[in-house]
C-alpha cells in the first residue's frame, strides 16, 4: 500500500464502494489479511496482505492497461450510450486518482488504448517529445491518388481551422484503397483529417500499435493489465525506416 493510507480510504479509493460501503464490508469482516486475520478500517498493510472475501485486491495505483476497442465506444466516462469503460470492470470507474483512457479513439475507430491511473506516466505518453509513434491502419473510400506519402512526409501539411503544420508522418501503401500511417502526434481526429485533406475519406479506421507495443493476441473487446516488461516494449519502439520527426 502506498504511503501510509488507512485501509477504511485505501479500499474506497480502489473503487470498493463509499466509506459508508466499505465500512460494512469491515463491519462485516469480510476484510482479512492473507492468513485470515480480520482487518479494521484504521489499520495501514500492505495491498498484496489484503483479501476481500478471500479475494486478492484490483491491482494497486499506478496501473497501466490496454483494451482492444470494438468500434461503437465512446472514449468518455459520461457521456451518452456505449463508454470505452463498460469493457473494464464496473469498479475501475470508481476509483481515485481516477483511470484514464491515454489519449482518445474516435467512436468508430478500433484497437489499441492504454488507460493509467498514473498522470506522470500519461503525459510521459502524450508529450509530443515522447515522439512515440502511433500506427493506424486505414480503410479508404477512394483510391489513393499516389503523392499522400509525400504530402503527409512533408511537416507542411495544414489541416484545416490549425495554424501548426503536421509533424512528418509516414505512410506506407498496401493497396489502392488501404494504407498504414505512423503519427508522432495525437491531434483531434488525426488520420481523418490528413485524408480528408488529400481529398480522400477514411472508412475503417484500426489503431495496430503505440511505442512498441501491440495488441498481440488480445481479443476485440478485452483488456490486459501491463507489465514492466511492456512499459519498456511501449518507451522503445522499433525506428521506422523512413525516420522519425526531428525536435
Ligand atoms: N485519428 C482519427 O481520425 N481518429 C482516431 O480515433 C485516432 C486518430
Known sequence: MSGKVKL?????NLGYGSR?????????????????ERLYGDDVCQHDDIRIDGEVLDPAPGLLLMLNKPTGYTCSSKDQGRLVYDLLPRRFRLRSPLLSSVGRLDRDTSGLLLFTDDGQL???IIA???HLPKVYLAELARDLRGDEAEV?????LLLERETRPLLPAVLDVLSPRQARLTLYEGRYHQVR???AAVG??????????VGGLDLGELPQGQWRLLQQSDLKRLFSPAV?????PSG
Not at 21 to 31: K, T
Request: no cysteine; proline share 4%; hydrophobic share 40%.
Open 200 to 209: 480522400n475519406h477514411v472508412g475503417a479506421l484500426h489503431r495496430e500499435r
Open 8 to 12: 477504511l480510504r485505501y479500499l474506497a
Open 193 to 195: 483529417r490528413m485524408f
Open 20 to 36: 459508508r460501503e466499505v465500512l460494512g464490508l469491515l463491519a462485516d469482516g469480510r476484510v482479512t489479511d492473507a492468513q485470515g
Open 128 to 130: 509530443p517529445k515522447s
Open 122 to 124: 500519461l503525459h510521459r
Open 152 to 156: 503527409f512526409a512533408s511537416g507542411t
Open 240 to 244: 521506422h525506416p523512413s525516420a522519425m
